[in-house]
Nanobody, 124 residues
């Protein structure tokens, strides 16, 4: 059984920062798998934000590159997303997910465990 629990969401003004966390538990072999952050706004499809392999290689969507930083602490089984210079377009539910393998795909279909999500709202 794998559980992913996100925290750290909230409401901020444009230009502000938030740090999301995702705690993993269960028989997860955490360090062996890709981990990722996705987001979904109302009426939109779920989209990749950032991913990180077990070895620490990262990937970002063009919309967040240079503003967001993904990191992981394998000993603590915790995933992070530091979000700076937030924009109203960043408003969405943010989800933590575990990939199906060590390498990171870009599609939600490449991830098989999901958290419940944490809401991020950015006002102008």
């Amino acid at each position: 059984q794998v559980q992913l629990v996100e925290s750290g969401g909230g409401s901020v003004q444009a230009g502000g920062s938030l740090r999301l966390s995702c705690a993993a538990s269960g028989s997860i072999f955490y360090s062996s798998f890709c981990m990722g952050w996705f987001r979904q706004a109302p009426g939109e499809e779920r989209e990749r934000v950032a991913t990180i392999t077990g070895a620490g290689a990262t990937g970002y969507s063009d919309s967040v590159k240079g503003r967001f930083t993904i990191s992981r602490d394998n000993a603590k089984k915790t995933l992070y997303l530091q979000m700076n210079t937030l924009k109203p377009d960043d408003t969405a539910m943010y989800y933590c997910a575990r990939g199906t393998s060590a390498t990171c795909g870009r599609s939600p279909n490449d991830f098989n465990y999901w958290g419940q999500g944490t809401q991020v709202t950015v006002s102008s």
